[in-house]
């Protein structure tokens, strides 16, 4: 029998992760141990928010940390309406600028207005958040002094959380270059339980070298039902396979929701 646990605003002694059905885009919502909580991406828009009420008490109208790993559509676009609904304290973004873009715009101001305290991630750092850590590997040098020809995906911010000896790897977008880049720098620090896969399962990402240096024993995937971009494809199904990693998919198996309990790894759903 699988159970599926709603995730609480409270003191305990794990953290539980929820990788959200919003379609095609990602999403995720984790609930630390000592009871703060952080939204890493928040959808394309407003879905998001009836995705947090399925884990937020109705009536808890703050968000302890918001990260926007990067300003594609799909990730960002819900912020706004997040930002409208919820109290934020922490704001995490990558730097990127889309100035040309109206809602880019829309979110920026709103970003502005919530006068959280903000950061850009823009050199390898590390937050203590409980007993939990965020191991901050990407972007490692500000947005502005990556080549202009990199992509926007490859510009993602990707952290490794952990507790204890459980973790996850969130990658936002991450493509090839990016993972090459990634294992020539961090090598085995890559290592986690989870692999929030990169770009919601496209063929540019999840190389098998990348795959295999994470070593994860689950994989998550965030992906629309029957979506028009192919994603995920099957030989990323196939590359996570030969890893040995189990595979979830929120276009099939709704919510995930991860527990680490510092040991080990627990995946539910809800069938």
Request: charged share 30%; aromatic share 12%; hydrophobic share 35%.
């Amino acid at each position: 029998v699988i159970v599926y646990t709603v995730t609480r605003k409270e003191n305990t002694n794990s953290v539980r992760a929820v990788f959200l059905d919003i379609g095609q885009g990602d999403a995720s919502y984790v609930a630390f141990e000592n009871g703060e909580d952080m939204l890493v991406d928040c959808s394309k828009d407003r879905r998001v928010l009836s995705a947090l009420g399925r884990h937020m008490r109705f009536f808890d109208r703050t968000i302890d940390y918001l990260v926007v790993t990067h300003p594609d559509r799909d990730h960002y676009g819900g912020c706004v309406d997040v930002l409208k609904r919820f109290y934020v304290k922490h704001i995490l973004y990558n730097g990127g600028k889309k100035e040309y873009d109206e809602y880019w715009q829309t979110f920026w101001q709103a970003l502005q207005a919530e006068h959280a305290e903000y950061t850009e991630i823009a050199k390898e750092e590390t937050w203590q958040i409980g007993s939990s850590t965020l191991h901050f590997l990407y972007p490692d040098r500000p947005e502005k002094e990556i080549s202009g020809d990199v992509e926007t995906n490859n510009k993602s911010i990707v952290f490794v959380l952990r507790f204890g000896n459980s973790s996850i790897v969130f990658t936002g977008d991450a493509e090839k270059e990016l993972e090459e880049y990634l294992i020539q720098k961090y090598g085995n620090e890559l290592e986690a339980d989870i692999l929030k896969v990169g770009h919601h399962g496209s063929p540019s990402s999840s190389e098998e070298p990348f795959l295999r240096m994470v070593s994860p024993q689950y994989a998550t995937i965030s992906v629309g039902k029957e979506n028009t971009y192919g994603h995920p494809s099957l030989r990323v199904i196939r590359r996570l396979e030969r890893v040995g990693a189990k595979v979830w998919r929120t276009d099939l198996d709704r919510d995930i929701f991860a527990v680490l309990n510092g040991s080990t790894v627990d995946i539910q759903v809800k069938k």
